[in-house]
């Protein structure tokens, strides 16, 4: 079975630093995505960054960045120039394929990360 | 587009009730999945709804149901209603084939008395 680990249950950063946020997962699958969302207290959760696992180069969208290592099956989630409103709970999530063709979520159990002025 | 809309936002249930929560997917989307996020925990898959049908289940016993309407809107029902039910359930909507990202509702936060 699929499971996703986060081992930083809380961590703090200075505003305008930079942040890595880890994650590892285990599965047997060759082809998957993984993601990274963002929960704030307003509850929705909001992608952050995608990674499909064929692709070798790292994902970036603007201040964030992932470093994908897929034989160490890490994941791992950069955030540079820290900002207020990136305080949030960060979930790292593996996406399994179904043979429909359908896919669920697997979820880490989150980082509480909060960003100080 | 609303994105994925989902009501009420807060339920407060007694045990042994019945409740209903309901979810409307984004525009274009077909599949809907159910999440269940207890308090300090990440979300975990109840189910998944696609042309009305039960597609795919998580470990969730037999008193969570669901249901898919015609214009793809979902409905999650829980029977019997336990203190370990409170928790925020997430909709999630998606595209069957194609792009696999989904997309979440803001969630209904259910709470048992």
């Known amino acids: 079975a699929q499971t996703v680990t986060q081992s930083q249950p809380e961590m703090s950063v200075q505003e305008a630093e930079t942040v890595t946020l880890s994650c590892t997962y285990d599965?047997?699958?060759?082809?998957?995505?993984l993601f990274w969302y963002k929960q704030p207290p307003s509850r929705q959760m909001i992608l952050v960054i995608r990674?499909?696992?064929?692709?070798?180069q790292n994902a970036t969208e603007n201040r964030f960045s992932v470093n994908f290592q897929k034989a160490a099956k890490s994941f791992s989630l950069k955030i540079s120039d820290s900002q207020l409103g990136d305080t949030a709970m960060y979930f790292c999530a593996f996406m399994k394929p179904f043979t429909s063709g359908t896919y669920k979520y697997i979820f880490g159990t989150g980082t509480r990360l909060k960003v100080l002025a | 587009d609303a994105g994925v809309t989902q009501s009420p936002t807060h339920l407060i249930k007694t045990r042994g009730q019945q409740v209903t929560l309901r979810c409307s997917p984004k525009s274009g989307h077909d599949t809907v999945s159910w999440y269940q996020q207890a308090l300090g925990q990440g979300p975990q898959f109840i189910f998944q709804?696609?042309?009305?049908?039960?597609?795919q289940r998580g470990n969730f016993p037999d008193r969570f149901s669901g249901h898919q309407f015609p214009n793809y809107s979902s409905e999650l029902n829980v029977n019997a209603l336990l203190l370990g039910d409170s928790a925020l359930y997430l909709c999630?909507?998606?595209?069957?084939?194609?792009?696999?990202?989904?997309?979440f509702g803001q969630g209904t936060r259910l709470t048992v008395v």
């Open positions: 709804y696609y042309e009305e049908e039960e597609r």
């Open positions: 999630a909507s998606s595209y069957t084939t194609g792009n696999p990202e989904a997309f």
């Open positions: 990674q499909e696992a064929y692709k070798q």
């Open positions: 599965t047997s699958e060759s082809n998957y995505y």
